[in-house]
Nanobody, 126 residues
Framework: QGQLVESGGGLVQAGGSLRLSCAASGRTFSSKTMGWFRQAPGKERTFLAA????????YYTDSVKGRFTISRHSATNTVYLRIDSLKPEDTAVYYC???????????????????WGQGTRVTVSS
């Protein structure tokens, strides 16, 4: 059974930057597409970005393009999400997850992802 552990969240001022980390252990996540999602209070979990096993191919939801950057370091089995120009509306719990069906690459649906971590909370003050 694999495990994903997110970290790097915290309280930041608007305009700042954060780099979130997702450390994978216990199974072979290195061959899987990995995704980042977030869930704001009272709202559904929404897709942000995903990166394929090759660490080259990525896709983002339109609303975060240009501010969010997903990357991965295969040697340490870690996936990152850098967020620039933080806004108060970025306040949410951020989760990473794995896409276990290769044919679903490109999916933004949370139901297609698994092995969810516990999340890391990001709070952006204005």
């Amino acid at each position: 059974q694999g495990q994903l552990v997110e970290s790097g969240g915290g309280l930041v001022q608007a305009g700042g930057s954060l780099r979130l980390s997702c450390a994978a252990s216990g199974r072979t996540f290195s061959s899987k597409t990995m995704g980042w999602f977030r869930q704001a209070p009272g709202k559904e979990r929404t897709f942000l970005a995903a990166i394929r096993w090759d660490a080259v191919n990525t896709y983002y939801t339109d609303s975060v393009k240009g501010r969010f950057t997903i990357s991965r370091h295969s040697a340490t089995n870690t996936v990152y999400l850098r967020i620039d120009s933080l806004k108060p509306e970025d306040t949410a719990v951020y989760y990473c997850a794995a896409l276990f069906i290769d044919a679903a690459y490109g999916s933004t649906h949370p139901g297609d992802f698994g092995s969810w971590g516990q999340g890391t909370r990001v709070t952006v003050s204005s």
